[in-house]
């Protein structure tokens, strides 16, 4: 009877101890899918903030469209910081960077995919400058246009990326962003980074260059005689005293942009302006504490704003 009653109090125990396991483990399971639940909808939350901060961003620019649509420059109110707007539990910020104040790399071949020699002269200028090699621009080149022979000797097609261990294949397509440049030939280990703060990958190739928005670096790389740091004088200066330019030709006008050769300001007439039509919208969310970030491509046509291309990836 004693023996009978030991193996009953053990089994009990037994019982017991896989009740309070299976209890633990099922607490266990509830509380990461509580907390799975509670990250997707913060998340979710976020992107839609993230989405409100979009249609908030483009009203400026439509606005913008309607008001004072010929000439866009920094002192207008979509070029400043959307300051943090309060939500439940942390805040919605964010601010428009013209991407139509870089050089667009889609912009080297034509509608008819045709090399545009003043672009590729332009950037392998940009390339000379930051210390890379300027026929570098074949290579980019050859990463868009449609056929499988190289422009030059620095030129890559689907050949030379077979050749390359997990290398991708030229998409013969427009670049979507600039980070596609370092799966090119010579812009591989970072090298891409040297130039990726002056170049964009606007949607479309009939595109110029805000010379409202560029930077100095930019602008004194359309001729190899002009130092950046005058041109860098000149735009604070000119910031300065709330000044822009209203044509392309003032630029020419000034110091020390008045001595480049009438040739080659011809040339790159074509390629500058004053409107822009490409914006990237930098968005940051808090919430609970946790920090996400969000970039939009906003791309503005006849009075309206359209999504080219969204990440969630942090800037």
Not at 25 to 31: E, F, L, M, V
Not at 36 to 62: D, G
Not at 76 to 104: C, H, I
């Amino acid at each position: 009877m004693q023996k009978q009653q030991g193996i009953a109090l053990i089994t009990i125990l037994v019982m017991v101890a896989l009740a309070t396991i299976l209890a633990a483990t099922i607490a266990k399971r509830q509380a990461a899918t509580a907390e799975s639940t509670a990250y997707l909808m913060r998340q979710n939350q976020s992107l839609m903030y993230a989405k409100s901060a979009e249609v908030f961003f483009s009203e400026l620019l439509v606005d913008d469209a309607k008001n004072a649509g010929n000439i866009d420059h920094l002192n207008e109110t979509w070029a400043q910081p959307m300051p943090a707007f309060p939500v439940e539990d942390g805040y919605v910020a964010g601010r428009l960077e013209d991407e139509s104040g870089k050089f667009n790399l889609n912009s080297l071949l034509s509608e008819d995919g045709q090399v545009n020699l003043a672009a590729k002269t332009w950037f392998e200028m940009i390339l000379k400058r930051v210390g890379l090699p300027e026929q570098l621009s074949e290579a980019v080149i050859d990463w868009q246009d449609q056929d499988e022979t190289p422009v030059g000797s620095m030129g890559a097609e689907s050949s030379y990326y077979q050749g390359v261990p997990n290398a991708a294949l030229p998409p013969n397509a427009l670049f979507h962003s600039v980070e596609e440049l370092k799966l090119i030939r010579g812009f591989e280990d970072n090298k891409y980074k040297l130039i990726s703060n002056y170049v964009t990958a606007s949607p479309t190739r009939d595109t110029r260059v805000n010379i409202n928005t560029a930077s100095a670096f930019l602008l004194a790389s359309v001729d190899e005689k002009i130092e950046i740091q005058r041109v860098q004088q000149l735009l604070d200066q000119r910031t300065a005293n709330a000044e822009y330019f209203s044509n392309v030709s003032e630029l020419w006008e000034l110091e020390p942009f008045k001595d480049v050769a009438a040739e080659k300001r011809n040339s790159l007439n074509g390629l500058l302006g004053v409107q822009s039509n490409h914006f990237k919208a930098r968005i940051e969310v808090m919430l609970s504490d946790r920090k996400r970030q969000f970039s939009s491509d906003l791309v503005r046509h006849d009075q309206s704003v359209y999504v080219a291309y969204r990440s969630m990836a942090p800037f």
